[in-house]
């Protein structure tokens, strides 16, 4: 083993649990307030929400949901397998892949999924962005499962945000977070995918 695999390995085997501690710490310390719409407890979507988002988002989840059946896009880099193994402690299941490379198995896993009644996280953006570009496998899922697009999205009151390609945020001790989850909506089978995917980004940006 060499020593960048060496290093991976400790990294995985110690940073998602302490990631998982210090999200649960901030979660406590933070004034939550949840804007989730009541009708996704009583049927599947797909949750879409920004790569630079996501640190929080578990909650507005597990909020929604009595029990969770989500299976999250995940890539196959090494900051996947760090989500991967992060989500795994909130129940979460996931796909490794991307909707652009290896695309093909990722979407098919992913319909398959859908039409058994599982909802599904994906970032349109990641994982490696343009920042908030809209990606096709968002729309691929609607269009082909007749499954709702719920956007998902966390506002902090106080927060740091990273200098990388998502501007990851991540919400100050004590803050407050507003947590939503929308009402779904769906894109038309037939719909152009360039339409369908402006469609998607404008509800995304949509002010809250």
């Given at each position: 083993?060499n020593?960048?695999?060496?290093?991976?390995?400790?990294?995985?085997?110690?940073?998602?649990?302490?990631?998982?501690?210090?999200?649960?710490?901030l979660?406590l310390?933070?004034?939550?307030?949840f804007?989730?719409?009541?009708g996704?407890?009583e049927?599947?979507?797909?949750?879409?929400?920004?790569?630079?988002?996501?640190?929080?988002l578990p909650?507005?989840?597990?909020?929604s949901k009595?029990?969770?059946?989500?299976?999250?896009?995940?890539?196959?880099?090494f900051?996947?397998?760090?989500?991967?193994?992060?989500?795994?402690?909130?129940?979460?299941?996931t796909?490794?892949?991307?909707?652009n490379?290896?695309?093909?198995?990722?979407l098919v896993?992913?319909?398959?999924r859908?039409k058994?009644?599982?909802?599904?996280g994906i970032t349109p953006?990641?994982?490696?962005g343009?920042?908030?570009?809209?990606a096709?496998?968002?729309?691929?899922?609607?269009?082909?499962?007749?499954?709702?697009?719920?956007v998902?999205?966390p506002v902090?009151?106080?927060?740091?945000e990273?200098s990388?390609w998502?501007k990851?945020?991540?919400?100050k001790p004590?803050?407050?977070?507003?947590y939503?989850m929308?009402?779904?909506?769906?894109i038309?089978?037939?719909m152009?995918?360039?339409?369908?995917?402006k469609?998607v980004y404008?509800r995304?940006?949509e002010?809250?």
């Amino acid at each position: 083993m060499n020593l960048k695999k060496f290093k991976q390995k400790i990294i995985l085997a110690v940073l998602p649990p302490l990631a998982w501690l210090m999200i649960w710490l901030l979660y406590l310390s933070c004034r939550n307030r949840f804007h989730l719409y009541e009708g996704l407890k009583e049927s599947n979507f797909i949750s879409s929400f920004w790569h630079g988002d996501f640190l929080m988002l578990p909650f507005a989840y597990i909020k929604s949901k009595n029990k969770p059946k989500i299976c999250v896009i995940s890539s196959n880099h090494f900051d996947g397998e760090l989500m991967v193994k992060l989500y795994r402690f909130f129940g979460f299941h996931t796909i490794r892949g991307s909707t652009n490379k290896g695309g093909a198995r990722v979407l098919v896993e992913s319909f398959r999924r859908l039409k058994d009644g599982w909802d599904m996280g994906i970032t349109p953006d990641g994982p490696r962005g343009p920042y908030h570009h809209i990606a096709d496998g968002v729309v691929a899922m609607a269009q082909k499962t007749g499954v709702g697009i719920s956007v998902t999205k966390p506002v902090f009151s106080s927060y740091y945000e990273l200098s990388t390609w998502d501007k990851f945020k991540i919400p100050k001790p004590f803050s407050t977070i507003d947590y939503y989850m929308l009402e779904p909506f769906f894109i038309p089978k037939d719909m152009d995918m360039e339409e369908a995917k402006k469609l998607v980004y404008e509800r995304m940006e949509e002010s809250l």
